[in-house]
């Protein structure tokens, strides 16, 4: 039986013995956390890990403290920011600054040297410019990297491809504000660079996706034989990358993806993920007409469902009426299982708070297949978590793999 640590995400293949009920505790061997396990019939219930012992409990805005510790390499061409960083990185107490890089070259020899486990990047700079940089860490030593750059800005192209060249997450340089929103921006940075420090290096890569070859045969426009539906929040625009590229667009399948970003954002993406994608990639938008080969994206900022007009399915794009609340990836595999049942699939991917869930769950029931991403390769593990505490998951996956095991579904 497998269960996973809600501090690091470490995996535990423990002996399933018998009795319904029984509270059992196992020592985390990632983070050195004592993991309580109540079984029932379905599956083990993890527990909150018990305080006190190990490297558990939770450190300045949300971090782990499993993070504790984390060793960071900056890498910018300026000093005045490389010297900020390194304030702002270990004012949390969570972040060791271990050495500082002028350009990607550099940065380059000293990752062997020091063995950091995440490095900050810059974009623009001399010798070796920080996507240049990525491409070549990422084949010859990969390390979780976060790209902190006045042009990494959310919607941005250039943000696009620094997640696809191996980047975990990006954050905008700290700028010239004042008071509590300053303090706000260092705090996001602090958490950020300790989220992306438990990434575990295996699951960090340069994706080579093919995109939109010249010359390739138009598939004939047919309504799918089932759908494949996709959720995530902090950490999607990363695994999407790693999925969507991946999916071939021959399947008579449907894919619809829920991401948690501002509608703007959302459509940016869609349209990067269309230019790099063999599947057809659409912003989801109301009354459209369901069709095999293409990927549907929508914001978690609205809840997508289907509606079935003489067998053919369309789209239905609305408002989420609780903005305050994350329902929409639930929404969606529920539609999705009661439309399709056991031709559907569902994966629930790195993300905080606990939508799909119940969505994935209700998949689940009506004899689809349900794939959660491992932990270990999420850059937020909470969604994941809290499907692995509830339910008895067999596909537990990567995120550089779920596009093969997709495909693999429709043999």
């Keep these: 039986m497998l269960i996973f640590c809600e501090e690091c995400g470490q995996k535990l293949d423990i002996f399933d013995k018998d009795g319904v009920g029984k509270i059992e505790r196992y020592k985390c061997e990632g983070c050195g956390e004592t993991l309580t396990v109540r079984k029932d019939r379905q599956t083990a219930s993890l527990f909150s890990p018990e305080r006190g ?23 910018d061409d300026s000093g005045i920011i490389r010297k900020a960083l390194g304030r702002i990185l270990e004012g949390g107490n969570i972040l060791k600054v271990v050495g500082e890089a002028v350009n990607g070259e550099e940065a380059l020899e000293l990752i ?10 810059d974009i623009n700079m001399p ?62 940075i602090v958490r950020k660079v300790a989220l992306a420090a438990r990434v575990e290096t295996g699951a960090i890569r340069f994706l080579r996706s093919g995109g939109k070859a010249e010359g390739d045969l138009e598939l004939p426009m047919r309504p799918p034989e089932a759908i494949f539906c996709l959720g995530s929040s902090e950490g999607g625009y990363s695994t999407l990358l790693k999925i969507v590229p991946g999916l071939r667009p021959d399947l008579p399948v449907a894919v619809l993806a829920v991401l948690y970003a501002e509608p703007t954002y959302v459509d940016a993406f869609a349209r990067y993920l269309d230019d790099h994608s063999p599947m057809k990639v659409r912003r989801a938008k109301d009354k459209q007409g369901l069709l095999a080969g293409y990927c549907y994206l929508a914001s978690g900022e609205e809840y997508l469902t289907m509606e079935n007009r003489k067998g053919r399915f369309f789209l239905r794009v609305t408002p989420n009426p609780f903005p305050g609340r994350r329902g929409a990836i639930n929404m969606l595999m529920m539609t999705v299982a ?32 349900g794939i959660v991403q491992d932990p270990r390769t999420c850059l937020c593990k909470d969604m994941v978590l809290s499907v692995l505490k509830s339910l008895r998951i067999d596909r537990i996956t990567p995120d550089h793999q779920i596009a093969a095991v997709l495909n693999g579904l429709m043999k």
């Excluded at 012992?53 to 390499?73: I, T």
């Design 127 to 188: 010798v070796m410019d920080g996507l240049t940089t990525l491409k070549h860490m990422m084949i010859k030593s990969p390390k979780p990297a976060v790209m902190i750059s006045t042009l990494t800005l959310e919607g941005a192209s250039v943000t696009f491809d620094a997640l696809k060249y191996g980047a975990v997450d990006f954050i905008p340089k700290p700028s010239q504000l004042n008071g509590k929103e300053l303090e706000e921006q260092k705090a996001n």
């Design 112 to 121: 062997p040297q020091l063995d950091p486990d995440v490095v900050t990047l």
């Design 53 to 75: 012992e190990g490297r558990g409990g939770k450190g300045p805005d949300g971090a782990s403290k499993a993070a504790a510790g984390s060793r960071v390499l900056v890498v």
């Design 338 to 369: 009661e439309a399709f049942g056991e031709k559907s699939a569902g994966a629930v991917l790195s993300g905080m708070g606990e939508d799909g869930v119940e969505g994935l769950r209700e998949i689940v029931r009506q004899g689809g297949i």
